[in-house]
C-alpha cells in the first residue's frame, strides 16, 4: 500500500517561510508517470487546491491565491514532493495536504487517488 507522509509544517510569523516535504513509499511514482499536488483545508472551510506538477515536473500549476509565492517541485530519485512557501500569509494558515494521481487534470479538479495525512501550517500575524 502507498503511503505518503508530509513534513515541515509548524508556526511561522506572516513574511516568513516554510518547505514542506512529502515522501511517497511502496511505489515508483516516476516509473508510473504520477503527477503530484498540494492541497490544504482551513478550519471550517473545504479543501481547497494549492499546487501541482506533472510527473516530470516541467508543468506547474498554482492557485491565484499562492502564485508568485508557493513554489511545487519534485525528485522522483527520492520519490519525493515539495513545496515552498514564501512571505506567508496569516490566510494561509490550515492543515497542508500532499496527493498523487495519475491525472493531473484531476488533481487540479481535486481528486487524487493517494492522499498524505496532513501537515499543519500556522502563520501568526
Known amino acids: 500500500q502507498v503511503q505518503l507522509v508530509e513534513s515541515g509544517g509548524g508556526l511561522v510569523q506572516a513574511g516568513g517561510s516554510l518547505r514542506l516535504s512529502c515522501a511517497a513509499s511502496r511505489l515508483s511514482f516516476s516509473k508510473y508517470g504520477y503527477a503530484a499536488g498540494w492541497f490544504r483545508q482551513a478550519p471550517g472551510k473545504e479543501r481547497e487546491f494549492v499546487a501541482a506538477l506533472n510527473w516530470n515536473g516541467d508543468s506547474t500549476y498554482y492557485a491565484d491565491s499562492v502564485q508568485g509565492r508557493f513554489t511545487i517541485s519534485r525528485d522522483n530519485a527520492k520519490i519525493t514532493v515539495f513545496l515552498q512557501m514564501n512571505s506567508l500569509k496569516p490566510e494561509d494558515t490550515a492543515d497542508y495536504y500532499c496527493?498523487?494521481?495519475?491525472?493531473?487534470?484531476?488533481?487540479?479538479?481535486?481528486?487524487?487517488?493517494?492522499w498524505g495525512q496532513g501537515t499543519q501550517v500556522t502563520v501568526s500575524s
Open positions: 496527493a498523487y494521481d495519475v491525472s493531473l487534470r484531476a488533481l487540479r479538479q481535486g481528486s487524487a487517488t493517494y
